[in-house]
């Protein structure tokens, strides 16, 4: 099976919560900010509920290409190859496929089309079948898809980057020990992308 031709609809679904009854679609659940709001400690509203980053990441390199989220180190200790980038509709993306078993793949994209980082996340949280609050290395983050496959090998993990920016980390491992705990896999490749940024 090309697993690389049904990662990009998967991805896609873990992204993009289902349109919800109020006509949410995770990524715009909220306008853009302007820039002066995007600078401003006031611009979320009394309402939100997502985490704040305790100090922003420089983003410049994985807006531009998402497999620039792990460097050689992290993927070493994951045991990835060199990722494949991509372009989707919802920003930057990469496969990582496991050097010993491309049946073992990782899909990372910088979801720009998400204009209010982990917020727009919670604020789509009814469309995901889990939900679960984490942190990578004191990085807010959130277990969510709106699909339940960690049972058969898949996670979805959002990492909030900056308080606009959230990383969306799907695994998908058929085989070996992270087939069966494929969350942890997820946390492991959070955890390098924010050591890789400088956090």
Not at 11 to 37: I, M, Y
Not at 45 to 57: E, F, H, I, K, M
Not at 128 to 134: H, I, L, N, R, T
């Amino acid at each position: 099976m090309n697993r690389r031709l049904i990662a990009v609809p998967a991805l896609a679904f873990a992204v993009l919560a289902l349109t919800g009854c109020a006509g949410q679609t995770r990524g715009t659940a909220n306008p853009a900010p302007s820039a002066a709001e995007s600078s401003s400690e006031t611009t979320r509203s009394t309402a939100d509920t997502a985490p704040r980053v305790p100090r922003p990441l420089d983003t410049a390199s994985i807006t531009a290409d998402a497999c620039a989220t792990i460097d050689a180190s992290g993927r070493s200790t994951l045991s990835l190859g060199e990722g494949a980038p991509r372009t989707t509709g919802n920003g930057p993306s990469c496969t990582f496929q496991e050097a010993a078993d491309p049946g073992n793949q990782i899909d990372v994209t910088t979801v720009t089309a998400n204009k209010n980082g982990l917020q727009d996340v919670y604020d789509t949280k009814a469309n995901d079948a889990y939900f679960g609050e984490s942190q990578a290395y004191g990085y807010p983050s959130v277990y969510a898809a709106a699909v339940d496959g960690r049972k058969s090998g898949k996670c979805g993990l959002f990492v909030g980057v900056t308080d606009q920016l959230a990383v969306n980390i799907l695994v998908q491992y058929d085989h070996g020990a992270g087939s069966s705990d494929p969350c942890s896999v997820a946390q492991k490749f959070g955890e390098a992308m924010i050591h890789a940024l400088g956090g």
